[in-house]
């Protein structure tokens, strides 16, 4: 079966870094997504990966290994608004995307 | 970026009645389009697959007669909540994948929240 694992719940403390981990096994591979998902709010993209390596967007980067089924967020210079729930999705080979059920990242003071 | 659009945000009706949620992409055109549910503290749980000009494809335990999803056109789709219960009430979200777009990167409405009293 198809298959995304990340960790349930994250907490770090602001201004610091933090990395969200995403394994995966899927049927195929079309890239893989990151979503940030506040609150009582729809998901907002973060980045799209389809080759191997580090994508980087401001304080967010997007790691990924295709031969590895892996895939990591980072977070840098945390504030208080990136308390949110972070979702790794996977683009599998018939173009459906596969979720994971998503990271709640709370930052402390 | 693209944009979508989804309405009402906030609906509250009776147990028994049926609510209508629309689903647009503003300007761009969406041969496909997704509908989720959220319950709360919950991750994201696909219903269907809506396709321009065909049936919609619904996930395992989602009843299709309950659930009505239309496509009717590039840029709308809709889903009804037919004789709707208070268990029903959830957070729906719709997304959209651009006609041709290189990545198929999704681009979701607002979210509609549903009290079914």
């Known amino acids: 079966g198809q298959n995304i694992d990340q960790p349930t719940e994250m907490t770090a403390t602001e201004g610091a870094i933090v990395q969200i981990n995403c394994t995966y096994q899927t049927s195929g591979f079309n890239g893989l997504f990151w979503y940030q998902q506040h609150a009582g709010e729809a998901p907002t993209f973060l980045s799209y990966?389809?080759l191997d390596g580090l994508e980087e967007k401001g304080r967010f980067s997007s790691f990924l290994s295709r031969s590895k089924g892996y895939s990591y967020l980072l977070l840098k210079e945390l504030q208080m608004k990136d308390s949110a729930s972070y979702l790794c999705a996977v683009l599998d080979s018939n173009y459906q995307l596969i979720w994971g059920a998503g990271t709640k990242l709370i930052i402390k003071p | 970026g693209a944009v979508v659009s989804q309405h009402p945000s906030w609906v509250i009706c009776k147990s028994g009645t049926s609510v209508k949620i629309e689903c647009r992409s503003l300007?761009?055109?969406?041969?496909?389009m997704f509908w989720y549910r959220q319950f709360p503290k919950q991750s994201l749980m696909l219903m269907a697959t809506?396709?321009?000009?065909?049936?919609?494809?619904?996930e395992q335990g989602v009843e299709k007669d309950k659930f009505l999803i239309n496509h009717a056109s590039l840029t709308l789709s809709t889903l009804t909540v037919t004789s709707a219960h208070p268990e029903d009430s959830s957070f729906y979200i719709c997304?959209?994948?651009?006609?041709?777009?290189?990545?198929?990167?999704?681009?979701f409405g607002e979210g509609s929240r549903l009290t079914v009293l």
């Open positions: 990966n389809v």
């Open positions: 997304s959209a994948r651009e006609a041709g777009g290189e990545t198929g990167e999704l681009f």
């Open positions: 809506s396709n321009e000009g065909s049936k919609a494809t619904y």
């Open positions: 300007d761009f055109q969406a041969t496909t």
